[in-house]
């Protein structure tokens, strides 16, 4: 099963925070890759933060740098996208994704879920 479940989303006014959460992890290899990507209506899906499995490294958009922080918990094999300063354009669907054997997080991942909705309006 290739299935990531993600959780967390929510309304949350401008300059909001939110912790999203993704369970459902099983991947079986050591190299590669897991984070979060964004659909916003109307626009291209976007990866927005990942995390390499190998060495911990993290890529994060430049339009949620210093914003946004991807953590792991590796007791509970959860994956964390604390999101904070959030702005009206950050409202999108979010989804976790991982991809195996490389070093970056495509728009075509190996494992994908549903999103959880995270909408930022006053």
């Known amino acids: 099963q290739k299935q990531l479940a993600a959780s967390g989303g929510g309304l949350v006014q401008p300059g909001g925070s939110l912790r999203l959460s993704c369970a459902g992890i099983?991947?079986?290899?050591?190299?590669?890759?897991i984070g979060w990507r964004r659909q916003a209506p109307g626009k291209e899906r976007e990866v927005v933060s990942y995390?390499?499995?190998?060495?911990?490294?993290?890529y994060y958009a430049d339009s949620v740098k210093g914003r946004f922080t991807i953590s792991r918990d590796n007791v509970k094999n959860i994956l964390h996208l604390e999101m904070n300063s959030l702005k009206p354009e950050d409202t999108a669907s979010y989804s976790c994704?991982?991809?195996?054997?490389?070093?970056?997080?495509?728009?075509?991942?190996?494992?994908w879920g549903q999103g959880t909705q995270v909408t930022v309006s006053s």
């Open positions: 994704a991982a991809e195996l054997y490389t070093d970056y997080l495509s728009n075509d991942p190996d494992y």
């Open positions: 099983r991947v079986e290899v050591d190299h590669y890759v």
């Open positions: 995390m390499h499995n190998r060495n911990g490294s993290t």
